[in-house]
């Protein structure tokens, strides 16, 4: 039997045992590391053209983390702005940077905007009329419309091909000096979209003008002599047109101007075409040449008589 005095040192030598296996120490939890956020954006340049905007677009890395004070700010707000929810609208011409920030978590990601000129696209001349009257001896300015409105660089010469007759000036203000007909041509040089062309017709102010040109028609091999009027108001409901050349040919050409219900009527400035006389390719030559070439009018009753030298109207003659 043991004695009381083995059995305490056994209870002492156990409980030694107990505390050196359990090491002594208590275990504690790993320190938890900071992660600091990172901001990247869709973009790192941006062109877009003045007057434009796009919206702006950003990544947190990771995306577990939200940032409650981000800010866009940008470097020039003449050129370029940015709203709070990262709207950019270009204002003009230039470079800006844009900058999407964070004071609390001293974070940023920036990008570059090139805001670029609108470019023209193309121009038209008297809302797209194709011919229109010009009184002589009165400076009037030739509408030009641009595509698009909006373009940045208006730049347009002009030239008349035939300044004896009509005149016009870097600014499209034309003078009509003498009866004919000219092509008036708004273009930019090196630039073959931009182009527009009209046919202007110098008139007394308040008299009836014709005048008449020749086009070449490439269908079925056929030319064509168009005979305009314009005026400050002329009604055409009938007519007859007949055509003389006195330049080695003598030929007789008619056309019928139809009856319509309504009156053709002719606004101040503008002409119309009222005919369309096929010739043969000996009489286009004829007429190209510089024949002297008699156009006699009949409207509504009333006969007028056109003298025309090569393509220009020199007289205008009521019957």
Same mark, same amino acid.
């Given at each position: 039997? &043991?004695?009381?005095?083995?059995?305490?040192?056994?209870?002492?030598?156990?409980?030694?045992?107990?505390?050196?296996?359990?090491?002594?120490?208590?275990?504690?939890?790993?320190?938890?590391?900071?992660?600091?956020?990172?901001?990247?954006?869709?973009?790192?340049?941006?062109?877009?053209?003045?007057?434009?905007?796009?919206?702006?677009?950003?990544?947190?890395?990771?995306?577990?983390?939200?940032?409650?004070?981000? &800010?866009?700010?940008?470097?020039?707000?003449?050129?370029?702005?940015?709203?709070?929810?990262?709207?950019?609208?270009?204002?003009?011409?230039?470079?800006?940077?844009?900058?999407?920030?964070?004071?609390?978590?001293?974070?940023?990601?920036?990008?570059?905007?090139?805001?670029?000129?609108?470019?023209?696209?193309?121009?038209?001349?008297?809302?797209?009329?194709?011919?229109?009257?010009?009184?002589?001896?009165?400076?009037?300015?030739?509408?030009?419309?641009?595509?698009?409105?909006?373009?940045?660089?208006?730049?347009?010469?002009?030239?008349?091909?035939?300044?004896?007759?009509?005149?016009?000036?870097?600014?499209?203000?034309?003078?009509?000096?003498?009866?004919?007909?000219?092509?008036?041509?708004?273009?930019?040089?090196?630039?073959?979209?931009?182009?527009?062309?009209?046919?202007?017709?110098?008139?007394?102010?308040?008299?009836?003008?014709?005048?008449?040109?020749?086009?070449?028609?490439?269908?079925?091999?056929?030319?064509?002599?168009?005979?305009?009027?314009?005026?400050?108001?002329?009604?055409?409901?009938?007519?007859?047109?007949?055509?003389?050349?006195?330049?080695?040919?003598?030929?007789?050409?008619?056309?019928?101007?139809?009856?319509?219900?309504?009156?053709?009527?002719?606004?101040?400035?503008?002409?119309?075409?009222?005919?369309?006389?096929?010739?043969?390719?000996?009489?286009?030559?004829?007429?190209?040449?510089?024949?002297?070439?008699?156009?006699?009018?009949?409207?509504?009753?009333?006969?007028?008589?056109?003298?025309?030298?090569?393509?220009?109207?020199?007289?205008?003659?009521?019957?």
């Amino acid at each position: 039997m &043991k004695s009381a005095s083995t059995i305490s040192f056994l209870h002492f030598f156990i409980a030694c045992v107990f505390v050196v296996g359990c090491g002594g120490e208590t275990d504690e939890p790993d320190p938890v590391e900071e992660v600091h956020p990172t901001l990247l954006l869709s973009e790192r340049d941006i062109n877009i053209l003045m007057e434009d905007s796009t919206l702006l677009r950003y990544t947190i890395l990771p995306d577990t983390i939200t940032i409650d004070d981000l &800010k866009w700010t940008s470097s020039d707000e003449e050129v370029a702005t940015v709203s709070a929810t990262g709207l950019l609208r270009a204002l003009s011409i230039g470079t800006a940077t844009i900058k999407l920030s964070s004071e609390s978590e001293e974070v940023e990601a920036t990008l570059t905007v090139n805001v670029l000129p609108i470019p023209l696209s193309s121009v038209e001349i008297a809302g797209g009329d194709s011919v229109v009257v010009a009184f002589v001896n009165t400076e009037e300015s030739l509408d030009l419309a641009f595509l698009p409105e909006n373009a940045t660089d208006k730049s347009i010469q002009w030239r008349s091909s035939n300044t004896n007759v009509l005149s016009v000036d870097p600014t499209g203000k034309a003078l009509a000096k003498t009866l004919g007909y000219v092509f008036v041509e708004a273009y930019r040089e090196n630039d073959p979209w931009i182009y527009d062309a009209v046919t202007v017709i110098p008139a007394e102010e308040g008299q009836l003008v014709a005048a008449s040109f020749v086009n070449v028609v490439t269908f079925a091999g056929k030319y064509q002599y168009k005979v305009f009027l314009g005026s400050i108001d002329v009604p055409v409901t009938t007519g007859k047109i007949t055509l003389y050349s006195t330049n080695g040919f003598t030929f007789t050409i008619e056309a019928e101007i139809a009856a319509t219900t309504e009156a053709i009527d002719i606004a101040a400035n503008h002409a119309a075409q009222i005919a369309t006389l096929e010739v043969t390719e000996a009489e286009f030559n004829d007429l190209s040449l510089g024949a002297l070439v008699s156009v006699e009018i009949s409207l509504n009753g009333v006969d007028y008589h056109v003298m025309v030298n090569g393509n220009s109207v020199i007289r205008v003659v009521e019957k």
